[in-house]
């Protein structure tokens, strides 16, 4: 059985700073890459940075590279996410997720909902 929790998120102005937290376990975890994945109101999930299960590499999409660091606490099987320089663009609902990064991208490895947790919110004002 999955579980996932993430929390963190908040309002924030622009150029402030957040960090996330996600606690889960289970098959579609264990042993996998961990990343962070958003989604914005009409828009597609993307995901933004993936963790390799060791926490020792962190990928970063290009929209968020230099300001947000992906982590890993292997002591507490959490993932974090610290963001920093935060901007309007980055409102969305955030999720972890079992990630793979390809070709410049970070996607995820399971689709099913069973498979994803509630999601924490981050809105940035301008």
């Known amino acids: 059985q999955v579980q996932v929790v993430e929390t963190g998120g908040g309002l924030v102005q622009e150029g402030g700073s957040l960090r996330l937290s996600c606690t889960a376990s289970g098959p579609a975890f264990d042993g996998y890459a961990v990343g962070w994945f958003r989604q914005a109101p009409g828009k597609e999930r993307e995901g933004v940075s993936c963790?390799?299960?060791?926490?020792?590499?962190?990928f970063y999409v290009d929209s968020v590279k230099g300001r947000f660091t992906g982590s890993r606490d292997v002591a507490k099987n959490t993932h974090y996410l610290q963001m920093t320089g935060l901007q309007p663009e980055d409102t969305a609902m955030y999720y972890c997720?079992?990630?793979?990064?390809?070709?410049?991208?970070?996607?995820?490895?399971?689709?099913?909902?069973?498979?994803w947790g509630q999601g924490t919110q981050v809105t940035v004002s301008a």
């Open positions: 963790t390799t299960w060791s926490g020792g590499r962190t």
């Open positions: 997720g079992a990630c793979s990064a390809i070709a410049g991208t970070v996607i995820p490895v399971h689709r099913h909902a069973s498979s």
